[in-house]
């Protein structure tokens, strides 16, 4: 019986290969190569941190009452009797490791980017995967809106570079831990009465962190919620203002974006800022792009300094599946990774020629490869056409003999002659 990938993952191939569009190699490539430059454009730097971590990193980080730790979570035991998991997120790695290297010294604030796999036992549906890809930015050490909407704006920009259409920001503020406190008692007193009402799950999110039954994709409980009292009526006032300047800095920068109070996250180490990006145009996975905020808290819960921190994680299939159910213009400047000239031999001389024109072309950057089963002429033109490459070049003794050698422009089918001498040059390549 052949082995068979495990539920809810997927391979990324090149080109053709792939078996859905957005699983094409190079479309990642190009994406992240996005990122990257944007990251540099923006100040952030590059972290990579390991695939799994101690399990108690997130149970402590992102929250013993969180879906992800309470029921999605990929743990093992290793060899040495200790729990370990597979990296569901990426914040708690991040200030982990901020605080192991001391960063704090090295001044302040500090902004980071990665772009991982991170892994969830989740139920797989569109745009839901047990391992999906997240880019994250994340920034320690910066407390003022600023920062928030430096965030947001890098995160929009992103999704306006990729061709991602109707895009918006949903904004909100958990406040401080004392606003949330008494919201909290407030929410409990408004839900009491409807309990029996309420879907089972929000039943028990009320028990056990009722602000995320303001979150419930459930109607019925929507229908509810709507009326419940808001979190920005219990905002402590430096929160309050914290909120208003941020909203001030988007309104100036024109970044678009609705406040929704019955936005709160599911994770339990945000305060103040939270947002979710969310496309609206009806085609592409419904779900969030990416989401973030502000987590204070976190690094003195992991035993280090009281920095306060914020930051995003977006979703690179949801962002790829979107671009093409948008025909993102992006997607026509794809690189691709088919040779530029394929070179077939026929004949033992050939062959020794063509091997050291090979060596001779790459040397000078040209993507340049061989037919080396020496199949016959057909079989081999066949296989040229499907390589993708964009000339091909037959040398049988006909071209060993001459000074010029044919090549085939695969697209429009012509040929042109050029000399060995100038074939390592790549002048033919450019026109
Ligand atoms: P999150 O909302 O859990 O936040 O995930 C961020 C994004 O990752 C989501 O908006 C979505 O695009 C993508 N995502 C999450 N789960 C899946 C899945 N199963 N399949 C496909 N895509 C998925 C965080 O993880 C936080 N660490 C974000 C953050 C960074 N907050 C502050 N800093």
Same mark, same amino acid.
């Given at each position: 019986?052949k082995?068979?990938?495990p539920?809810? +993952?997927f391979?990324?191939l090149?080109?053709?290969l792939?078996s859905?569009?957005? %699983? ?8 992240e190569q ?10 952030f730097g590059?972290?990579?941190t390991p +695939?799994f971590?101690? @399990?108690? /990193?997130f149970q402590k980080?992102?929250? *013993?009452g969180?879906?992800i730790v309470?029921? *999605? &979570?990929y743990?093992? *035991?290793?060899?040495?009797?200790r729990?370990?998991?597979l990296?569901?997120e990426?914040t708690p790695?991040?200030a982990?490791a901020?605080l192991e290297?001391?960063?704090?010294n090295?001044g302040?604030p500090?902004?980071?980017f ?5 892994f969830?036992?989740e ?6 995967y047990?391992?999906?890809?997240q880019f ?14 430096e ?5 929009? @920009?992103l999704y ?7 895009? $918006? ?5 958990l406040?401080? #831990?004392? #606003?949330r406190?008494?919201?909290r ?5 408004f839900?009491?009465p409807?309990?029996?009402?309420? $879907? ?11 602000l995320?039954?303001l979150?419930? %994709?459930?109607?019925a409980?929507q229908?509810?919620? #709507?009326? #419940?009292p ?12 914290h909120?208003?300047e /941020?909203?001030?800095?988007l309104?100036?920068?024109k970044?678009?974006?609705?406040v929704?109070p019955?936005?709160?996250r599911?994770?339990? !180490? ?6 979710e990006?969310v496309?609206?145009s009806? $085609?592409?996975?419904s ?5 973030g905020g502000?987590y204070?808290?976190?690094?003195h819960l /992991? ?5 306060p ?9 949801r962002?790829i599946?979107?671009?093409?159910a ?9 690189p691709?990774?088919?040779p530029?000239?394929?070179?077939i031999a026929?004949? *033992?001389?050939a ?6 024109l090979l060596?001779?072309?790459?040397r000078?950057g040209?993507a340049?490869s ?8 057909g079989k081999?033109?066949r296989?040229?056409n499907?390589s993708?490459a964009? !000339?091909?070049m037959v040398?049988g003794?006909t071209?060993?003999?001459h000074?010029?050698?044919? &090549?085939k422009? &695969?697209?429009?089918?012509e040929e ?8 390592s ?6 026109g």
């Amino acid at each position: 019986m052949k082995v068979k990938s495990p539920i809810g +993952v997927f391979d990324l191939l090149p080109g053709l290969l792939a078996s859905d569009p957005w %699983k094409r190699v190079e479309l990642w490539q190009a994406v992240e190569q996005e990122i990257r430059s944007l990251c540099r454009i923006y100040g952030f730097g590059e972290v990579r941190t390991p +695939v799994f971590e101690c @399990t108690e /990193l997130f149970q402590k980080g992102t929250g *013993e009452g969180t879906d992800i730790v309470t029921k *999605e &979570m990929y743990n093992f *035991e290793d060899l040495g009797g200790r729990s370990m998991t597979l990296r569901p997120e990426g914040t708690p790695p991040l200030a982990r490791a901020f605080l192991e290297h001391g960063v704090q010294n090295q001044g302040l604030p500090q902004k980071f980017f990665y772009i991982a796999p991170m892994f969830r036992y989740e139920r797989p549906q569109a745009g839901r995967y047990r391992q999906h890809h997240q880019f994250g930015a994340e920034v320690i050490g910066g407390s003022t809106p600023d920062q928030d909407a430096e965030l947001i704006d890098l995160l929009t @920009t992103l999704y306006r570079r990729l061709g991602l259409k109707n895009v $918006s920001i949903v904004l909100n503020s958990l406040g401080g #831990a004392e #606003a949330r406190q008494a919201f909290r008692k407030a929410l409990l007193d408004f839900l009491a009465p409807h309990r029996e009402k309420l $879907s089972a799950d929000s039943q028990k999110r009320m028990d056990q962190n009722p602000l995320r039954v303001l979150d419930s %994709k459930d109607p019925a409980d929507q229908a509810i919620v #709507a009326h #419940a009292p808001s979190i920005l009526d219990f905002l402590d006032q430096e929160s309050a203002d914290h909120f208003a300047e /941020l909203r001030r800095i988007l309104d100036r920068s024109k970044i678009p974006y609705e406040v929704s109070p019955r936005l709160v996250r599911g994770l339990d !180490y945000y305060n103040r800022t939270v947002f979710e990006a969310v496309c609206r145009s009806g $085609s592409g996975p419904s779900a969030s792009l990416g989401g973030g905020g502000r987590y204070d808290g976190l690094l003195h819960l /992991l035993g280090g300094a009281d920095l306060p921190a914020t930051g995003f994680g977006t979703g690179l299939e949801r962002i790829i599946q979107t671009m093409i159910a948008h025909e993102s213009p992006f997607l026509q400047k794809l690189p691709s990774h088919a040779p530029d000239l394929l070179l077939i031999a026929l004949g *033992e001389e050939a062959r020794l020629r063509c091997l050291d024109l090979l060596g001779e072309l790459r040397r000078a950057g040209i993507a340049a490869s061989m037919d080396f089963a020496n199949k016959k002429l057909g079989k081999a033109m066949r296989y040229a056409n499907s390589s993708g490459a964009k !000339y091909v070049m037959v040398v049988g003794d006909t071209e060993l003999s001459h000074e010029e050698v044919k &090549m085939k422009e &695969m697209a429009t089918g012509e040929e042109r002659s050029v000399r060995w001498d100038q074939l390592s040059s790549g002048q033919w390549l450019k026109g």
